[in-house]
């Protein structure tokens, strides 16, 4: 099982100790982010989604533009286009990026984040549209005839595409949502299953879960996991520490004051967030190096749990994460830019030559010669 990274690219700079600054869509900005995530040698980006945010198929198509080799993520809420019309739309992005595109479907874990865009439907009842929109999506990427649907939330009669991924037999289907619900939808359709950065335990025990739901689908060994964190890492332990704790006191006064934090409940309805809360709960510190502090201090907004140490350090915790099954880490940092630039230079060659080493059958120190190698894979 091989390493996946994938890394983040915002519409502008932000994060929990940068207050948003700039145009709403700053191109300048979106490409050099872009761009210094391909120099470091990351697979994928991820483009996010919110009922706020400027329109992902566009910035997509943009960073597609701006690189060469990096990889798009392309965050989707199904129930706002008709699947259809997402599938044509999702293949011709994977034409204009040369196969470099696949697409992370959240289906919605806040009502009130939902009514925002117009959509009333419960919770059980987004999960249920989403199974029936993937099915429309995949099978309009892959039907050589005509053909009709008619569904709960769809109906469609004589569809049939002109435009077809290239990636065979289509792109690849991220999928995120820890509810029961989420879970049920994802083993049917989930060609990687995207988890938040919880605990040994808790990441061994959804693995457990996600891959018993795609068994009853006969999909048992084809899905994959990914994980997401925010590393936080320096030349020493206690300085990784210490950053830790400057990042926080930095963030009490951004977050109370960013729109991108004030307008979440302080109860969140998603079952993700409350999984991280319930890890935070437990202390600021889980499993050694599993830090909670920006999860408390946010309420769980999304990816907020981090890794603190040194690279090397880092490395080995994110290799326990390997040894359960993750085989993508989605990786952030709070200073968005600079910190994807340090953990390509720093983080990404450790990791990539110790899964080597390991998948090698070797249990002793990382191999200097694969080390050198993964170091080669950044750009001159």
Do not use: C
Not at 50 to 79: E, W, Y
Not at 187 to 216: P, Q, Y
């Amino acid at each position: 099982m091989s390493v996946e990274f994938i890394g983040y690219v915002s519409h502008q700079e932000s994060s929990e100790i940068h207050l948003p600054q700039g145009p709403a869509v700053n191109p300048p900005y979106i490409a050099a982010v872009a761009q210094a995530h391909e120099y470091g040698g990351f697979d994928r980006v991820l483009i996010a989604h919110s009922s706020a945010s400027p329109d992902g198929f566009q910035i997509a198509s943009f960073v597609a533009q701006q690189t060469r080799r990096l990889g798009i993520l392309l965050a989707h809420r199904p129930g706002f286009v008709a699947p259809t019309l997402a599938a044509r739309q999702l293949a011709t992005l994977d034409h204009f990026s040369a196969g470099r595109a696949a697409v992370h479907i959240i289906s919605g874990g806040d009502d009130a984040e939902q009514q925002r865009d117009g959509d009333f439907l419960n919770h059980a009842e987004r999960y249920r549209r989403t199974d029936e929109y993937l099915d429309v999506v995949k099978r309009s990427w892959t039907s050589d005839t005509p053909f009709d649907h008619q569904g709960e939330f769809y109906r469609v009669k004589g569809h049939k595409s002109q435009i077809r991924p290239l990636q065979k037999p289509h792109l690849p289907v991220y999928f995120g949502g820890s509810s029961e619900a989420a879970i049920e939808v994802a083993g049917k359709h989930a060609d990687v299953f995207a988890l938040w950065g919880e605990s040994l335990a808790a990441v061994e025990e959804t693995i457990a879960k996600v891959r018993a739901s795609a068994a009853n689908h006969g999909r048992a060994d084809q899905i994959r996991f990914s994980l997401s964190l925010r590393p936080i890492i320096a030349s020493t332990e206690d300085a990784a520490w210490a950053r830790a704790e400057s990042i926080l006191q930095r963030a009490k006064d951004v977050v109370s004051a960013s729109p991108n934090f004030t307008r979440r409940p302080k109860d969140p309805q998603n079952v993700g967030a409350q999984r991280l809360l319930a890890e935070a709960d437990k202390g600021s510190v889980v499993d050694r190096r599993l830090w909670t502090g920006i999860t408390a201090l946010t309420r769980a907004a999304g990816n907020s749990t981090s890794l603190v140490g040194t690279p090397q350090q880092v490395t080995d915790a994110l290799l326990e994460y390997h040894k359960l099954g993750i085989s993508t880490f989605l990786i952030r940092g709070f200073d968005p830019l600079e910190d994807a630039l340090a953990y390509g230079r720093d983080l990404l060659p450790l990791v990539r030559a110790a899964v080597a080493d390991a998948h090698a059958g070797d249990a002793g120190d990382v191999d200097e010669n694969a080390l050198r190698d993964q170091r080669q894979r950044i750009p001159a």
